[in-house]
């Protein structure tokens, strides 16, 4: 197995893990795949080129077993201190075909080394009730101070 960053030769099979956690996760999805795999693939080249997101994938003899992605937010400056930004860690997400076999962990410690590596801040991650247990082997606490406002749509 080796873990690596995501390439652009990786989109398609990254646009059918998606579309796979997601209707793992709500049966009920009945979205359009094709429309879903052109706004997905715009979103993939950006995110492998762009920088701001990172994506590492688990690789099994040239089948990717496993992924995540990681949004670097940045903070505005403050006076006295280097800034560094955080990082969002999302969709940890593991082929069925390849699970119990540690492959998220193996991920998300990857992530961790990283982040430290790079003087990431922190990491933060808005696991689903079925993820809580995963994430808090991996050192991840609830923190309790987020906020969220869903604003009006159609403005």
């Known amino acids: 197995?080796?873990?690596?960053?995501?390439?652009?030769?990786?989109?398609?099979?990254?646009?059918?893990?998606?579309?796979?956690?997601?209707?793992?996760?709500?049966?009920?999805?009945?979205?359009?795949f094709e429309l879903f795999a052109t706004e997905c693939r715009a979103f993939l080249k950006e995110a492998i080129h762009g920088g701001r997101w990172l994506i590492w994938v688990a690789d099994q003899d040239g089948l990717l077993a496993a992924h995540?992605?990681?949004?670097?937010?940045?903070?505005?400056?403050?006076?006295?201190?280097?800034?560094?930004?955080?990082?969002?860690?999302?969709?940890?997400?593991?082929?069925?075909?390849?699970?119990?076999?540690?492959?998220?962990?193996?991920l998300v410690e990857a992530v961790k080394q990283w982040a430290k590596e790079n003087h990431i801040e922190f990491l933060v991650v808005w696991p689903s009730k079925r993820a809580r247990d995963f994430y808090a082997r991996h050192g991840f606490e609830p923190a309790g101070e987020a906020m969220e406002l869903h604003p009006p749509a159609g403005r």
């Open 68 to 106: 995540v992605y990681v949004q670097l937010v940045d903070k505005v400056p403050r006076p006295g201190r280097t800034t560094y930004p955080y990082g969002y860690l999302t969709n940890v997400y593991t082929d069925p075909d390849f699970r119990s076999r540690g492959i998220g962990g193996y």
């Open 1 to 32: 197995m080796k873990i690596r960053w995501a390439e652009e030769s990786d989109i398609e099979a990254l646009i059918l893990m998606r579309w796979e956690f997601t209707v793992e996760d709500k049966p009920e999805t009945r979205d359009e």
